[in-house]
């Protein structure tokens, strides 16, 4: 079965601390995603990454960074963690092509409490 | 801007019963796919269905099925005969201008015995 493994389920940081948010999948997939949901807001992209090395910008990026060194991972580093990055942190990933019409897999997610 | 907008924050059903969950959207595209995810209380998001905005037919998959009114723009999820395992967040999402995903706020269901 295919899969997309978030490293952790839940994470508590402290202000000003270097978070790193890790995806892992199986299945071979070009497209990764990093996404973050909060209520009412559903969810909005963050960073998303269509090869190795590759990564572009998504609807909310400042104050996060990321990483994809290898294909089957995408990092998610948030540089000096504030309060308001709070939040449930999902990934997911889709294979090649145009990714608005493909499947996108996700991961579980992590919530991330910063104090 | 293109947005997605599910305008029912909650929604309840009896087991068995069948529910309609709303979401219209707003784009110039001609040519796109529609979808709806599910987030039950695991929090994995999985795909429920997916419709093609040129197909005239709506998608069906099992219990689920779309009411899709082009002109409208509005895409909206049936659910027949409704399980205790529905019980989950539901996301409607279409591709924005930028070509990723933009996703609506969400719905959450609760199924009641």
């Known amino acids: 079965d295919v899969k997309v493994t978030q490293s952790s389920r839940y994470l508590v940081k402290r202000t000003g601390e270097k978070v790193f948010l890790e995806c892992v999948q199986d299945?071979?997939?070009?497209?990764m995603f990093w996404y973050r949901q909060d209520p009412g807001l559903g969810l909005r992209l963050i960073y998303f990454?269509?090869?190795?090395?590759?990564?572009e910008k998504g609807d909310i990026p400042e104050g996060y960074s990321v990483s994809r060194e290898k294909k089957e991972r995408f990092s998610l580093i948030l540089e000096s963690a504030s309060t308001n990055q709070t939040s449930m942190y999902l990934c997911?990933?889709?294979?090649?092509?145009?990714?608005?019409?493909?499947?996108?897999?996700f991961g579980s997610g992590t919530q991330l409490s910063v104090l | 801007a293109q947005t997605v907008t599910q305008s029912q924050p909650e929604m309840s059903v009896q087991e068995a019963e069948t529910v309609t969950l709303s979401c219209t959207y707003d784009?110039?595209?001609?040519?796109?796919?529609l979808f709806w995810y599910k987030q039950p209380p695991s929090r994995q998001m999985i795909l429920v269905i997916r419709?093609?905005?040129?197909?005239?037919q709506n998608a069906t998959e099992n219990r689920f099925s779309v009411n899709f009114q082009k002109a409208a723009k509005s895409f909206s999820l049936k659910i027949s005969d409704s399980q205790l395992g529905d019980t989950a967040m539901y996301f409607c999402a279409f591709p924005g201008n930028t070509g990723k995903l933009i996703f609506g706020q969400g719905t959450t269901l609760q199924v009641k015995p």
């Open positions: 784009t110039s595209e001609s040519n796109y796919y």
């Open positions: 419709q093609e905005a040129y197909k005239q």
């Open positions: 990454s269509y090869d190795v090395k590759m990564k």
């Open positions: 997911a990933s889709s294979s090649s092509g145009s990714s608005t019409n493909e499947k996108l897999f």
């Open positions: 299945m071979d997939h070009e497209n």
